[in-house]
C-alpha cells in the first residue's frame, strides 16, 4: 500500500483580482466574472426596499454568480468541455412570524419585484414558526469582524487546451507507471469560482470571493476478473497549491495495483483502522449528530451530550473558521453571524454543539454561528507522536483491517448503527498480508467513538475537516 498522500508541487500562481467594480460595470475578465459586488449590492437593496415597502417586518436578501470550466479526458482523447456560469437572487420575506422566500436568475427590476412578491405571498399562507425569525442583532458579524483576508479566491486562468492537457498528464502518468494498469475511467479538471452578497434588516451587510480547483484520475489495474479502480484527486483554494499531474496519477496507480489479486475473509471481530480520508467521514458523522436540525428533531443518537464524555479522553476536536485559504473558512455563517474559533470536544467531552439561529432557538440555546455547516474541524490525540505515520499506524493495529474504501451510506441516524461495504488489506502482525474486497464492517457509532485508541499524524483534508487515520477497537467484519 503506498504512502498517504502526494505533495503539492507549486506551479505559478495566477494574480489575484477582487471582484468589486464601480456601480453596474461587469468585474474584471481576468476575474472570470459577468458582475461586480456593487451590482449585487444594488440588487439586494433593491429587493430588500421592495419587501419592505410591501409591508414585511424583515427580509433578507442574497445575490451570488459562479462560473467555471471542467475537462476530461479518457485513454488519450478528450471527452468532455463544459462550461458554466449560474446567477441568483434569493429573497426570504418575514411577515410577523410567518415566513416565505423565493428566487430568480432574471436580475431585472420587473423580475425582482415579482420574485419578493411571490415571497411575500407564500409568507401571507404560511403558517407562524415563532423560531423562523431573523438572527439577533447583537450576534450579527460587523464591519470590522468581516475585515480579515482569508485568502479565498485565486481565479485560475487556465483555457480548455490548457486543462485538457494538465488532465492528459495526469492519466498519462497513471498508465505509464506500470502495464498492469491496462484501462482508464478517466482523469479531469475543473476550475471553479463564485461570489456573493447578502444583506438583511437586523443589520448583515457582506459577502466575499471564493474559488476551487482540482485535478482527479481514475486508472483501471488489472484484466478481466482480475480487474480493480482506484482514485486520486487533489482540490485547493488556489491551483498552486494542487498536486502535481505526475504526482496525481502516480498515486492512483499505485493504490489501485495495491488491489489487485484481491479476496474475502472470513467474518471475524477485529480491530479496524480507516484510512484518514475515511476518517473525515468518521467526524462528519459526530458532526451530524450533534448539529440542531438533529438534536431538536430528536432523531441523534447523541442527544443531550453536551458536557459528556463521548469520545475517549485524549480525542479533542477544535474548529477554527479563520484559517487561511482552507475550505471551511468563513468571516460569518450563512445568516451573517459572526463566527469563532473554539473547542467542541475537550478530553472527550462534547463542549459544544452546531447551532444556527433557528435550530437554537428550538433547543433554548444560543447560535454557535454555525448556519450552513462546520467550519474546519480537526480531530487530534493526546497521544499522538510525530512519527505516528501509516506505518505506525499498522503496527498499533497489529492484526486486523484496515479500510481504504467504503460503499453506501448506512448510519442509522437515531440509533447510531453502522454498516458499510467495504475494501482494504488485511494486516498481521503490523504488516498488510493481501488486500480485501466484499465485506462489511458494522458496529454502533456510539461505542466506535468511545473505542478509538489511535489517531494518526498522517493527517489528510477532506473538504472543512482535517484528521489522520483513526484506529477503532473492535468492529464486527462480515466475509464469507
Not at 314 to 326: M, N, Q, S
Request: contains cysteine; proline residues 4%; charged residues 20%.
Amino acid at each position: 500500500m503506498p504512502s498517504i498522500a502526494p505533495k503539492a508541487t507549486p506551479r505559478k500562481r495566477s494574480s489575484t483580482v477582487t471582484p468589486s467594480q464601480p456601480r453596474r460595470v461587469p468585474a474584471p475578465a481576468e476575474a472570470g466574472f459577468a458582475y461586480s459586488r456593487t451590482f449585487f449590492e444594488d440588487l439586494v437593496d433593491s429587493a430588500i426596499h421592495h419587501a419592505k415597502k410591501l409591508g414585511a417586518s424583515d427580509a433578507s436578501a442574497h445575490a451570488s454568480e459562479g462560473s467555471g470550466l471542467s475537462v476530461s479526458v479518457r485513454k488519450g482523447e478528450l471527452e468532455n468541455v463544459e462550461r458554466n456560469r449560474d446567477k441568483s437572487l434569493g429573497i426570504t420575506v418575514h411577515i410577523g412570524q410567518r415566513r416565505g422566500n423565493a428566487s430568480t436568475s432574471d436580475f431585472s427590476q420587473a423580475a425582482i419585484r415579482q420574485t419578493v412578491q411571490a415571497a411575500y405571498d407564500i409568507a401571507r399562507f404560511t403558517a407562524e414558526d415563532p423560531f423562523a425569525a431573523l438572527p439577533d442583532e447583537a450576534d450579527i458579524a460587523q464591519p470590522s469582524e468581516q475585515s480579515t483576508d482569508l485568502d479565498l479566491f485565486f481565479p485560475w486562468a487556465i483555457t480548455s487546451e490548457q486543462a485538457a492537457q494538465l488532465a492528459l498528464q495526469t492519466e498519462n502518468a497513471a498508465l505509464s507507471l506500470d502495464k498492469r494498469i491496462t484501462n482508464s475511467e478517466g482523469a479531469g479538471v475543473s476550475a471553479q469560482q463564485s461570489h456573493f452578497f447578502s444583506a438583511h434588516t437586523h443589520g448583515f451587510r457582506g459577502g466575499y470571493a471564493s474559488s476551487r480547483h482540482s485535478v482527479s484520475v481514475s486508472p483501471i489495474a488489472g484484466k478481466g476478473a482480475n480487474m480493480q479502480r482506484d482514485y486520486w484527486y487533489s482540490s485547493e483554494r488556489d491551483a498552486a497549491d494542487l498536486a502535481s499531474p505526475e504526482a496525481i496519477g502516480r498515486y492512483a496507480a499505485e493504490r489501485a495495483l495495491s488491489r489487485l489479486n484481491s479476496r474475502k475473509i472470513a467474518t471475524t471481530e477485529c480491530p479496524v483502522l480507516f484510512e484518514s480520508p475515511l476518517a473525515a467521514g468518521l467526524l462528519g458523522a459526530f458532526v451530524q449528530a450533534v448539529s440542531g436540525g438533529s438534536l431538536y428533531r430528536k432523531s441523534s443518537y447523541l442527544l443531550d451530550s453536551l458536557g459528556k464524555q463521548v469520545f475517549p479522553k485524549h480525542i479533542d476536536i477544535l474548529e477554527d473558521p479563520f484559517v487561511k485559504r482552507a475550505k471551511g473558512s468563513s468571516p460569518f455563517d450563512d445568516e451573517g453571524v459572526r463566527v469563532q474559533a473554539r473547542s467542541v470536544v475537550e478530553a472527550g467531552k462534547v463542549q459544544g454543539y452546531f447551532l444556527g439561529s433557528y435550530s437554537a432557538r428550538k433547543l433554548g440555546m444560543k447560535t454557535t454561528g454555525n448556519a450552513g455547516g462546520s467550519h474546519n474541524l480537526t480531530l487530534t490525540s493526546r497521544l499522538t507522536r510525530a512519527g505516528d505515520n501509516l506505518d505506525a499506524m499498522l503496527q498499533c493495529l497489529g492484526t486486523g483491517l484496515f479500510v481504504t474504501e467504503l460503499m453506501g451510506s448506512g448510519v442509522n441516524s437515531v440509533t447510531g448503527d453502522y454498516s458499510r461495504g467495504a475494501s482494504g488489506f488485511w494486516v498481521e502482525n503490523g504488516r498488510i498480508a493481501f488486500p480485501v474486497e466484499e465485506i462489511t464492517i458494522a458496529g454502533n457509532m456510539k461505542t466506535m467513538f468511545k473505542d478509538i485508541l489511535a489517531v494518526g499524524a498522517d493527517t489528510y483534508n477532506q473538504g472543512a475537516k482535517t484528521v489522520g487515520s483513526i484506529l477503532i477497537k473492535k468492529m464486527k467484519v462480515a466475509g464469507s
